[in-house]
């Protein structure tokens, strides 16, 4: 089992460009979740799907937006980008099945740059 | 609203030591406290997990210590080692609600 996976690794992209980060996971977890990690701040939760066919926002949600490709795969897309949403991003998945309780799988995170 | 309040954000022991991180929540609904450990580089990791019906749980050298009155809980590293430097972070759960993170504590165990 390779886990979660995350596709790119690291990225540098120009303001205003676009680009989506790819998440898949092979654990048949219900839910899929976008992180992004910034100093001093956390982990901060973009988007999150309880279920294929589901989103919903999460904490950060401004300037994303997410597809539920399937149960294994959840990507997150970047319109226009910003140097704010300069960050690392984690994808992670996680079933209630699992332990009874939300344990969540993370993946190895992409290292994002907005010049 | 920050859920889950954590500290210190940075913390730096000798080889040895006792870290201990503490954490603090308001909402009584919460049931589930599960601790995550990252190392450079990579994703966060279950490390260990505690439910209020007990006050304490042991893992090896880690151990988490609940005070349910108090709505507190702590993570104690036994006999801290250089590989133990990681970023943690306490997390809490209720119902069917998502796990909230509290905002990472940076350990440091200098050789």
């Known amino acids: 089992n390779a886990g979660v996976t995350q596709t790119p690794k690291f990225q540098v992209l120009k303001t205003g460009q676009s680009m989506t980060l790819q998440c898949a996971q092979d654990?048949?977890?219900?839910?899929m979740y976008w992180y992004r990690q910034d100093p001093g701040m956390g982990l901060r939760l973009i988007y999150y799907?309880?279920?294929?066919?589901?989103?919903d926002k999460g904490e950060v949600p401004n300037g994303y937006n997410v597809s539920r490709l399937n149960k294994r795969e959840f990507s997150l897309r970047l319109e226009s980008a910003a140097p704010s949403q300069t960050s690392v991003y984690f994808c992670?998945?996680?079933?209630?099945?699992?332990?009874?309780?939300?344990?969540?799988?993370f993946g190895p995170g992409t290292r994002l740059t907005v010049l | 609203q920050q859920q889950v309040k954590q500290s210190p954000q940075s913390l730096i022991v000798q080889k040895g030591g006792i870290p201990i991180i503490n954490c603090a929540y308001e909402?009584?609904?919460?049931?589930?406290f599960p601790w995550y450990q990252q190392f450079p580089g990579k994703g966060p990791a279950l490390l260990i997990a505690?439910?209020?019906?007990?006050s304490e749980k042991k893992e090896g050298r880690f151990t988490i210590s609940f005070n349910k009155s108090a709505k507190q809980f702590s993570l104690h590293i036994m006999d801290s080692q250089p590989g133990d430097s990681a970023t943690y972070f306490c997390?809490?759960?209720?119902?069917?609600?998502?796990?909230?993170f509290g905002k990472g504590t940076k350990l440091t165990v200098n050789p």
């Open positions: 992670a998945s996680s079933d209630r099945r699992d332990r009874g309780r939300d344990t969540q799988y």
């Open positions: 654990m048949n977890h219900n839910s």
């Open positions: 799907s309880a279920s294929e066919g589901t989103t």
């Open positions: 909402n009584t609904a919460f049931d589930y």
């Open positions: 505690i439910r209020p019906d007990v």
């Open positions: 997390a809490a759960q209720g119902g069917s609600e998502k796990l909230v």
